[in-house]
């Protein structure tokens, strides 16, 4: 028996040796919350930032691509710009989007034309992964004509100025016309092609821009630059 109450006292010492610990503070705890929050904000901010520069790098070398193209289109015809165009210019298109510039210029980028209008294409190079993570989930090809992510210069400047509607216009309107050839852009460095447009989400009443505080501009000679929102891009 004596034997029995010396091992249990021993084991007893035994386990209950050295300091107690003590839990955190509430304090303690609240730094350490800080400190997660902080740094999954930093790293919020790192990865949008990247994603930003991903999609800024994509969408220069879609529109210098899509500037190869229009080139290579006026070529093929003595020199004329496609058209005559209407303004918006959506991702997609099928056999019955003649009058558009995704319809001239998709066969130059490697698209084949399917015969079929109820099948239409989208073209990425007209869809920035911006404006891709803006849509989320929306199909573009569902409805192709109720997005338009750029617009073909329709600018009327005065006379001795500028170049108007390069791209003409279709139909019987006043303002209707055909498009230029591309000798007659000058200088071809200061008149813009395509300017980005900003988005209005299908369920949304409201409007934004998807590179943020700027949006996308393809110039005549086929460098691209991103201006403000309220950007005026007319000649002084």
Not at 38 to 65: E, H, N, P
Not at 218 to 235: C, I, S, T
Request: a positive charge.
């Amino acid at each position: 028996m004596d034997n029995l109450v010396g091992n249990t006292a021993a084991n007893h010492e035994r386990f209950h040796l050295g300091p107690r610990t003590r839990g955190f503070t509430l304090v303690e705890l609240l730094v350490v919350i800080t400190i997660i929050a902080v740094l999954a904000f930093l790293s919020i901010v790192v990865s949008r930032k990247v994603y930003q520069g991903v999609d800024r790098a994509r969408t220069a070398a879609d529109l210098k691509s899509l500037s190869v193209a229009l080139n290579i289109c006026a070529s093929d015809q003595e020199g004329m710009l496609p058209g005559p165009l209407y303004t918006g210019v959506t991702p997609v298109f099928s056999a019955n989007d003649k009058n558009t510039f995704v319809y001239s210029v998709a066969p130059y980028v490697g698209y084949t034309l399917n015969k079929n209008p109820n099948q239409p294409l989208l073209v990425k190079e007209l869809y920035p992964l911006a404006w891709k993570r803006a849509l989320g989930t929306y199909d573009m090809t569902s409805n192709p004509q109720s997005i338009t992510v750029y617009s073909v210069n329709e600018s009327d400047w005065p006379a001795g100025t500028m170049p108007s509607r390069p791209f003409g216009y279709p139909g019987s309107f006043s303002y209707s016309r055909n498009p230029l050839r591309l000798a007659q852009i000058d200088p071809v460095s200061r008149v813009w092609m395509l300017r980005e447009n900003m988005l209005k989400k299908p369920t949304l009443t409201t409007v934004t821009y998807p590179h943020g505080n700027s949006r996308a501009f393809l110039f005549f000679d086929g460098h691209m630059e991103y201006k403000p929102v309220d950007f005026v891009a007319f000649p002084k």
